[in-house]
Antibody
Framework: EVQLVESGGALVQPGGSLRLSCAAS????????MSWVRQAPGKGLEWVAN????????YYVDSVKGRFTISRDNAKNSLYLQMNSLRAEDTAVYYC??????????????????WGQGTVVTVSS | DIQMTQSPSSLSASVGDRVTITCRAS??????LNWYQQKPGKAPKLLIY???NLQSGVPSRFSGSGSGTDFTLTISSLQPEDFATYYC?????????FGQGTKLEIK
């Protein structure tokens, strides 16, 4: 079964750090771009970061640049998000998601076809 | 960054109704538009990719259309399991951005 399972969410104080993990199974992890997407309580979805198959390219949303670091270990089929200098506004459910490439409508594009169940990060004193 | 705006933000409808949700991009994104469904406490589920292509396993009552800046998601005959929140997302550029969501409620 194709699956992503996140872990590492916790209650942390402002300014603190946390490392999230996402374990992949049922597919060749090293073939896919991977992303983290978050959802604040009662709010919509926000893409946070992504990483290329070999880890050579990484991109971030502006609000986390310099504070969060995405990484992966293809040998362990795992994706990570190191979060430093956490703020109250980082409180959210964090999902890892697989980006699958598709051909359609005359283009080649990607979409998030597999998602984990999410892990909860709460930043509060 | 490309801004995605959905309308309406919420919608009440009945089982069997035909429903249309609109998504507008702040600049042209060709057909680089995906649609997701999210139920409370669950992860999002991919419904449509590249504006109009149905993801495997998604019922045919879901359809998508549009290109450029204006897109629609249509549910031809609402079923009880379709009451959820729907998000559009552009895959044209990074950062990937989502619409704010449309909550579809039972009338």
């Amino acid at each position: 079964e194709v699956q992503l399972v996140e872990s590492g969410g916790a209650l942390v104080q402002p300014g603190g750090s946390l490392r999230l993990s996402c374990a992949a199974s049922g597919f060749t992890f090293s073939n896919y771009w991977m992303s983290w997407v978050r959802q604040a309580p009662g709010k919509g979805l926000e893409w946070v970061a992504n990483i290329k198959q070999d880890g050579s390219e990484k991109y971030y949303v502006d609000s986390v640049k310099g504070r969060f670091t995405i990484s992966r270990d293809n040998a362990k089929n795992s994706l990570y998000l190191q979060m430093n200098s956490l703020r109250a506004e980082d409180t959210a459910v964090y999902y890892c998601a697989r980006a699958h490439y598709y051909y359609g409508s005359g283009i080649r594009t990607d979409a998030f076809d597999i998602w984990g169940q999410g892990t909860v990060v709460t930043v509060s004193s | 960054d490309i801004q995605m705006t959905q309308s309406p933000s919420s919608l009440s409808a009945s089982v069997g109704d035909r429903v249309t949700i609109t998504c507008r991009a702040s600049q042209s994104i060709s057909s680089y538009l995906n649609w997701y469904q999210q139920k409370p406490g669950k992860a999002p589920k991919l419904l449509i990719y590249a504006a109009s292509n149905l993801q495997s396993g998604v019922p045919s009552r879901f359809s998508g259309s549009g290109s450029g800046t204006d897109f629609t998601l249509t549910i031809s005959s609402l079923q009880p399991e379709d009451f959820a929140t729907y998000y559009c997302q552009q895959s044209y550029s990074t950062p990937r951005t989502f619409g704010q969501g449309t909550k579809l409620e039972i009338k």
